[in-house]
């Protein structure tokens, strides 16, 4: 039977509101658990003033049986002989609600005042020295006493000057007294406590509950639908913690919403990858047979620049495939040679257009340096690093020679590959996601990946990529990569180019091939 079937028939109650309702009152809601433990609380505290109360009502009306008595003993004193009727005795007992007064004067104890004699002993109440103990527990055992039980009451006087006065009180008045106090008193605790516990409710449910439930809400429907209105959480603006965690939940939302998009992102150029890659690896196919046929015809301008045509590319098409694995969130794992940094630096530079008459690159790096990584990674790092540049540079407002510098350290076994620039900076705006993909980009039209692709491909190598410097007279990045290698032995000194052959630079530039699949040749297509 379906969830409306049910509802109609009337077996149990479904839908938004009836989970509502379980959630928040019964039994694991946090509103039902706290009308639980306000209730318990307020028990507890009216339990706890019941047995001080009680005990001080005890010794009260033991208190005004002593002053009755003590008024009596004047009448006494004032009758002939000092002697009254047994009549008058008996009504002067009665009214004072005692069964005999008995004073003591100069260590001389006197009885004065005698009623009817029971068989049972009275339990001594001196009133003048009183154990915590005995006086909350004394009312107990009144209650729950015999009606025959007598008490026998000692107490400094208050009208006389008299050592002490010393009553004998039955228990059975005393006991019917008590239990009407303790009705009393429980009407009035019961009322107290319900007053009490549910302001002290309300008052937690407001400032508490309320905003935990929206929070919770928040989160629920943020789970379901992060774009959703009702999703997004508004902080309250309170000091307390509630305010802090309502603060921090909404930018938390922020960031997520932010990674959410940026992972819809790449899901989108890597389904647009997928689908253009086939096409766009033949066309690069079709280019590389035709770059071996213009080989074949021995001009010699042409056999100089094939070879940049050719890194091209076999770049190209490693970058298709490159792109796609990045829109997939991984990258291959970096294969590590020993790789010459200075022929790396300009076949990179190459690549993002540094040139003698616009921006130029600066290396003091010598020709035998090494650092160890993945030649085609490496290659990536610094074409997105001198492309940035370049292009920062190039957007500057003011006109100024445009250079990148770059060196290379040796730090704690680390090499370290400084790239400084006279640009204008990265901007503040662009500080606080410089590295996150589609978020980081600080120049207009710009896609944002490259420093993102740079970075994770250095913390592949075990290494990392951070801004080391920033300021309106250029940027500083420093890319870390572990370990050292000592320079290469036997290294040729560069010539000058010589028309009809290859240029020396051009041949060193290119980095060494990683380990992996042959370069497509002639006559086959890569699918």
Do not use: C
Request: glycine content about 8%; proline content about 8%.
């Amino acid at each position: 039977m379906s969830d409306a079937a049910t509802d109609a028939a009337g077996e149990r109650p479904t839908g938004k509101l009836a989970v509502e309702a379980r959630r928040l009152f019964w039994p694991g809601g946090l509103s039902a658990r706290l009308l639980l433990l306000t209730a318990v609380f307020a028990l507890a505290a009216g339990l706890l003033i019941l047995a001080p109360s009680l005990a001080s009502y005890q010794e009260a009306r033991f208190v005004d049986r002593i002053r009755a008595a003590e008024l009596t003993t004047l009448a006494v004193e004032t009758a002939p002989a000092r002697t009254v009727s047994s009549n008058t005795a008996a009504r002067l007992l009665r009214g004072a609600g005692v069964d005999t007064v008995a004073v003591q004067s100069d260590n001389v104890r006197r009885l004065l005042l005698e009623g009817t004699q029971t068989p049972s002993n009275p339990e001594l109440v001196d009133l003048r020295t009183r154990h915590p103990v005995t006086w909350l527990t004394q009312p107990f055992r009144t209650l729950f006493g015999s009606d025959q039980r007598r008490f026998r009451v000692v107490a400094r006087p208050r009208f006389t000057d008299w050592d002490f006065v010393e009553v004998v009180v039955p228990n059975g008045p005393l006991k019917r007294e008590l239990a009407a106090y303790l009705m009393r008193i429980v009407w009035i605790v019961g009322f107290i406590s319900l007053v009490a516990g549910a302001v002290l409710y309300l008052a937690l449910n407001a400032l508490l509950v309320r905003p935990i439930q929206k929070m919770t809400a928040a989160m629920e429907h943020f789970r379901a639908d992060p774009e959703a209105p009702a999703a997004h959480i508004e902080p309250s603006g309170r000091r307390d913690e509630i305010g802090r965690a309502e603060a921090e939940l909404e930018r938390m939302q922020t960031d997520l919403r932010a990674a959410l998009s940026s992972r819809a992102r790449l899901a989108a150029l890597g389904e647009a990858v997928a689908k253009i890659n086939h096409d766009l690896r033949n066309m690069l196919t079709s280019a590389q047979i035709a770059s071996e046929r213009l080989a074949m015809l021995g001009d010699p301008r042409v056999s100089q620049a094939l070879p940049r045509l050719e890194r091209a590319l076999d770049r190209a098409i490693t970058l298709a495939s490159d792109v796609l694995s990045y829109g997939k969130s991984r990258e291959a794992a970096p294969q590590k040679l020993p790789v010459l940094l200075r022929p790396a630096l300009e076949a990179a530079a190459e690549d993002a257009g540094l040139a003698e008459g616009g921006v130029r690159l600066e290396t003091g790096v010598d020709e035998r340096q090494q650092v160890l990584a993945d030649p085609e990674q490496l290659h990536r790092i610094l074409v997105n690093l001198l492309r940035n540049a370049r292009e920062a540079i190039l957007a500057a407002p003011e006109a100024r020679p445009g250079r990148v510098r770059i060196g290379l350290m040796r730090l704690d076994g680390d090499s370290l590959i400084r790239l400084s620039d006279n640009g204008p900076g990265v901007p503040e705006k662009a500080l606080a996601r410089l590295f996150q993909p589609f978020a980081g980009s600080a120049r207009t039209g710009g896609a944002g990946l490259g420093l993102a692709i740079s970075r994770e491909l250095a913390q592949n190598h075990g290494g990392d990529l951070v801004l080391a410097e920033n300021g309106p007279s250029g940027a500083t990045f420093e890319l870390r990569l572990p370990g050292v290698v000592e320079p290469a032995v036997g290294q040729p000194a560069p010539q000058p180019d010589t028309p009809g052959q290859p240029s020396p630079v051009s041949r060193s530039a290119r980095p060494p091939r990683a380990a992996g699949p042959p370069r497509p040749r002639a006559g086959r297509r890569v699918r």
